[in-house]
């Protein structure tokens, strides 16, 4: 049979900067990239999801780059194990790389493969890719984690070098990829999904965002922020390079949001039960609203708060939503609503382009204050105010809610200070 060596794209889209590709290329002949649609996964998403479209048009993009290079991108559908199984029993296969994921799942998922490979005397082999410091690199001086973000970030910098964000050369090692002329890729839409024939935005690192985003990335109405989180979530663009980017230009804030992103999933590494739970268990005795009539307004952008509804509608007709906004949304669910931070975390995962377990789960936390975060729950944003103090002149209020100053537009369903009051006494009650 065929001697191959398999390289398995997942949450890293790209064959340039590739960590686990890099090591499949400087190690191995005939290496063979692949893609998996893992049906674990896509069984839970609706039949129309844009980050299906987003995915499928980075796989073909991807298959184009690998063709340039004389090999070609295997795309499957199914179980991830099913598959590996398959192609050990129709080829060679001398050793599987791939980069490594850190959500419960993914670790569950890895292990399996794993068990199955050194089974059979084959190495499976995991890199890091998709931040910049995992696992146990960036550690208190006792060996615990850190769980509060600011002294996590002092010691990210103070270890940071040129050797953790340096690039992954593939080019010279080109002659290294399986020479095939088979082409398996097996289309997403032939599973019984639909395109939503979305248009997506190539990537790109404007400097004059980048340099300027401590001053503009707070208003929604303007262009102040990157839009490459959803290329971050799906490796179409690599980490190393946004840190780069981000130490060239001197924006020490725009690497701040970098370091966010090691932060929260140093945090679900060390403490997976932030997955569905808080991660201050205290916070579990908070007594939620079960208010569904609530919930709807609030999902459908009709809750009388016009920068909530702004940014839920935005959310709901392009999958993404300003940071600032998210913030602003996120306490509105869990302090005026009283509403459980997993229904709006869920509704998040659902709709989010560039959802995120890690980031998801920690900054739904974030707004309960039941997280990481130092400052306890007491901290309630006040809507109209932060309208006041990002969209004083609601242009992106009125873009996204036209009734907005008309009859049309509804009424607060629930008053600011009521609403305040009740969430910090119900969490008092909770925390006594």
């Known amino acids: ?218 208003f929604p109405a303007k262009d102040g922020t990157t839009r490459l989180s959803v290329h971050l979530r799906f490796g179409t663009v690599s980490i190393r390079e946004c840190v780069t980017k981000a130490l060239e230009l001197g924006s020490e804030t725009w690497l701040n949001e970098l370091i966010w992103r090691d932060f929260y999933h140093s945090v679900l590494y060390h403490f997976p039960h932030v997955a569905t739970n808080a991660f201050r268990s205290k916070y579990e005795a908070v007594e939620w609203e079960k208010n569904e009539e609530h919930f709807k307004a609030w999902c459908d952008g009709k809750t009388g708060y016009p920068l909530v509804d702004a940014g839920m509608r935005e959310l709901n007709e392009t999958g993404f939503m300003h940071n600032r906004v998210r913030m602003v949304v996120a306490s509105f669910l869990t302090k005026h609503l009283l509403l459980d931070w997993r229904w709006g975390e869920a509704y998040f995962a659902k709709k989010l382009l560039d959802f995120d377990l890690a980031a998801n789960s920690g900054g739904w936390q974030w707004a309960a204050g039941c997280g990481t975060d130092a400052a306890p729950y007491f901290r309630v944003f006040n809507p109209t105010s932060q309208l006041e103090k990002f969209d004083k002149n609601k242009t992106y209020v009125k873009h996204w809610v036209p009734e907005f100053g008309t009859e049309d537009y509804p009424e607060p369903i629930v008053e600011h200070k009521f609403a305040r009051q009740r969430a910090l006494d119900r969490y008092k009650e909770a925390l006594s």
């Open 1 to 218: 049979m065929e001697k191959i060596t398999l390289f398995w794209h997942r949450r890293d889209l790209r064959n340039y900067d590739n960590a686990g590709l890099h090591a499949a290329l400087t190690s191995s002949k005939n290496v063979q990239p692949i893609f998996i649609f893992d049906t674990k996964i896509l069984d839970r998403l609706p039949k129309e999801d844009k980050r299906i479209d987003f995915i499928n048009d980075a796989i073909l993009k991807l298959d184009k780059a690998y063709q340039e290079f004389g090999t070609k991108l295997w795309v499957f559908y199914g179980s991830p194990l099913e598959v590996l199984k398959q192609l050990d029993q129709d080829y060679s296969v001398l050793a599987l790389y791939t980069n490594r994921d850190y959500e419960p799942y993914a670790h569950e998922r890895d292990k399996a493969v794993y068990e199955y490979f050194q089974a059979k005397g084959i190495p499976f082999v995991g890199k890091k890719d998709h931040i910049v410091f995992e696992k146990n690199e960036v550690l208190k001086s006792d060996g615990d984690p850190y769980v509060v973000f600011t002294p996590y970030s002092k010691i990210w910098k103070n270890q940071l070098t040129e050797f953790y964000y340096k690039a992954y050369p593939i080019e010279k090692y080109k002659g290294n990829f399986n020479k095939t002329d088979e082409h398996k890729l097996d289309s997403v839409y032939d599973h019984g999904f639909t395109a939503t024939n979305t248009k997506f935005s190539e990537p790109s690192f404007d400097q004059k965002v980048i340099t300027n985003y401590k001053e503009i990335r707070d």
